[in-house]
């Protein structure tokens, strides 16, 4: 059972990699759109957009590169998959661009790594 201040504190060290990872994507030349876009059928850590492609980021901060991806589930990535659809939907204007899936590793004293298109909505 997970204790309230360790939720706690992993909520915290959550938001942390969110906002690492939107200052990454913005040298990066990203306009980040929103954070923690959530819907009935799944939360978006990141939009973001550069030039035409719309980019819909998950943040993954785990002690390990190799934890940070094997953390990220098929049904996890039917949920943001999901949730995209929702965005899109809300702001039609967007709905030419070329949507991707991305992915950000946070891992503890190193840059956050960002994998473009780091899977397919099936």
């Known amino acids: 059972m997970i204790s309230k201040s360790d939720r706690q504190q ?6 942390r990699a ?4 939107a200052w990454l994507l913005r040298l990066k030349g ?4 929103t954070q923690r876009f959530k819907t009935p059928v799944g939360e978006i850590d990141l939009i973001a ?11 993954k901060a785990r002690p390990s590169t190799a934890a940070a991806l094997e953390s990220l589930s098929p049904r996890q990535r039917r ?5 995209a659809m929702v965005f899109v939907q809300k702001r039609p204007e967007l709905a030419d661009k070329q949507m991707r899936f991305d992915l950000i590793l946070v891992t ?15």
């Open 10 to 15: 992993r909520d915290a060290a959550g938001r």
């Open 18 to 21: 969110e906002i690492l990872s």
């Open 30 to 33: 990203y306009r980040v759109l």
């Open 49 to 59: 957009r550069r030039a035409s492609v719309l980019a819909f980021i998950e943040v």
């Open 79 to 83: 949920r943001i998959a999901r949730a």
């Open 108 to 122: 503890p004293g190193q840059m956050p790594h960002h994998i473009v298109d780091a899977w397919r909505d099936s």
